[in-house]
C-alpha cells in the first residue's frame, strides 16, 4: 500500500502549528468572549492563544473573529467553524477514552459548580465513591451558590436550586429537595414559638432572608395546610446570599429558616434547631443538573451526571405525579 501523502501546508502557514491546539484555542475565545479568559483557562499565555488563533485564520483563509479593544466577536465563517470544530473536538475526546481502557473507563478533567451545603453535606463525602468508580476523571469542583456562565467560565455542569429561568440551558431534573421550618432555641426563648406561618411577618418574629442570587430578592416561602395555603416573606433584619452563611446565622439565633432537610438532620439530632410548622406541608425545591447545549456530553460527563442522580435519589427522589 502507497504511503498516505503528507496534507498540503498552504504558504505562509508555520509548520509548528498544532491543529488540535489551534481548534481549543479558538473554541475556548469564542465560548469566553475573550483572548485573556481563554488563555487562562488553558492554561497558556494570551500571546499564545492569539498567534495560535491567528495561525489558523491563515492557514484556512478566512477571517474568523472580530477583534476590538473592548470584546471579540466570532463571524459568520467563525461561527460556523465553531460548530463543526466542536464536533472534532469532542469526537477526538470520546476516540481518546475509548483507545485509554475502554470506554468503561472514562477519564479527563470535569468543571462542576454546586451549591456550597450540597458540596459539604452530600457530594464530597460521596466522593470516595466516584473516584474508586473513575479513577482516572480529575474534578474541579466550584462551590458557591452564585450564579455561573457555564459558557463563558468554561463550565461543564451546575447543580442549581429552584426554578431555572430559561438561560438556554439543558437541565435535568435530579431531586426534590424536601423543605421544613426551624429555629434555635435561644430564638425561641427569646421570641417564643410561632403559632402561625403568618406570625413570620411582623415583630417579635424574624426570618434569616436568603438572597436569591438571579433576582436579588429574598426568597418566600410557600405551605399548606388541608385547604389553606399561604407565602410568607417573612420580617427579616438580615439577609444573606450563601447557604452556609444562612445556617449558621439560624443556629446563633438571628431568626427563623427554611431548610432543605439535609441540612437541618443533624442539628435537630444535636438539639441545635428545632422544628415548626410540623401540621403544614412545604413545596419542595427541585434540584437541577444543567449544562450548555453545544457542550458536548462526553463519557466522562456522562458518567458524573448518572452518578450525581443516583446519589441524589437516595437522599431526595425526584417527586412523580400520581396516576
Known amino acids: 500500500m502507497p504511503p498516505v501523502p503528507a496534507p498540503r501546508r498552504p504558504a505562509g502557514v508555520p509548520p509548528e502549528m498544532d491543529r488540535f491546539d489551534a481548534m481549543q484555542a479558538f473554541a475556548r475565545v469564542v465560548e469566553s468572549g475573550s483572548f485573556t479568559q481563554a488563555a487562562h483557562s488553558l492554561q497558556l499565555s494570551r500571546a499564545t492563544v492569539t498567534q495560535l488563533v491567528q495561525q489558523l485564520e491563515a492557514r484556512l483563509r478566512v477571517k474568523l473573529l472580530h477583534r476590538t479593544t473592548r470584546q471579540v466577536q466570532v463571524t459568520a465563517e467563525g461561527a460556523a467553524y465553531y460548530e463543526r470544530v466542536l464536533r472534532l473536538l469532542a469526537d477526538m475526546d ?4 475509548s483507545l485509554s481502557a475502554g470506554a468503561a473507563s472514562p ?5 462542576v459548580d454546586v451549591p ?42 451546575v447543580l442549581r436550586g429552584g426554578t431555572l429561568p430559561d438561560s438556554g440551558l439543558i437541565a435535568r431534573h435530579v431531586a426534590d429537595l424536601p423543605l421544613g421550618c426551624y429555629a434555635a432555641p435561644a430564638y425561641l426563648e427569646r421570641h417564643g414559638t410561632p403559632g402561625h406561618p403568618q406570625a413570620l411577618a411582623s415583630a417579635p418574629h424574624q426570618v434569616v432572608g436568603f438572597l ?112
Open 94 to 97: 470520546d476516540a481518546e477514552t
Open 107 to 111: 477519564r479527563g478533567l470535569l468543571r
Open 116 to 157: 456550597s451545603p450540597l458540596a459539604r453535606l452530600l457530594l464530597v463525602p460521596a466522593l470516595p465513591d466516584f473516584h474508586a468508580r473513575h479513577p482516572d476523571i480529575q474534578l474541579h469542583l466550584g462551590v458557591s451558590d452564585r450564579v455561573v456562565d457555564v459558557i463563558g467560565e468554561h463550565v461543564d455542569c
Open 212 to 323: 436569591w442570587k438571579r433576582s436579588g430578592r429574598v426568597l418566600p416561602l410557600r405551605m399548606r395546610r388541608g385547604a389553606e395555603q399561604v407565602e410568607v416573606q417573612g420580617r427579616h433584619l438580615l439577609a444573606v446570599d450563601d447557604g452556609n452563611a444562612y445556617l449558621a446565622a439560624g443556629l446563633a439565633g438571628l431568626g427563623v429558616l427554611w431548610l432543605p432537610e439535609y441540612m437541618a438532620r443533624a442539628h435537630l439530632a444535636g438539639g441545635e434547631l428545632r422544628p415548626l410548622f410540623t401540621d403544614w406541608r412545604f413545596e419542595p425545591m427541585p434540584l437541577y443538573l444543567a449544562f450548555a447545549p453545544n457542550r458536548h456530553v462526553s463519557a466522562k460527563l456522562r458518567v458524573f451526571i448518572d452518578w450525581v442522580a443516583a446519589l441524589l435519589d437516595r437522599h431526595a427522589p425526584v417527586q412523580r405525579p400520581a396516576r
